[in-house]
């Protein structure tokens, strides 16, 4: 299994998999880029990412299962442990 970095997930996140191409906007294009992709990614729409809703987006991108991924990426993102991504949690990663 591939082994991530902390900075090499970030790029995977704001550059390959959820913001392809909007690094280069300016702040608010990355701001509204970033809004996009928590409200793609929040399925149920309860203003947080699942372990699983993030599974299924990452699933439905690549044609792959990435479970070392999620659990890699939940570590990173999911600064207050509380086992969700909120939409801060995600905009930091991100700005």
Request: a negative charge; one cysteine or more; aromatic letters at 4%.
């Amino acid at each position: 299994m591939r082994s991530y970095s902390a900075t090499s997930l970030r790029h995977l996140i704001t550059n390959n998999t959820f913001l392809r191409g909007c690094a280069n906007n300016p702040k608010e294009e990355l701001e509204q880029a970033v809004k996009q992709a928590f409200v793609e990614l929040d399925r149920n729409q309860d203003g947080h990412v699942s372990p699983a809703e993030l599974q299924a987006a990452l699933s439905e991108r690549t044609g792959r299962s990435h479970k070392g991924l999620i659990g890699l990426m939940f570590e990173t993102l999911d600064a207050d442990k509380d086992g969700m991504v909120s939409m801060a949690e995600l905009a930091s990663l991100a700005m």
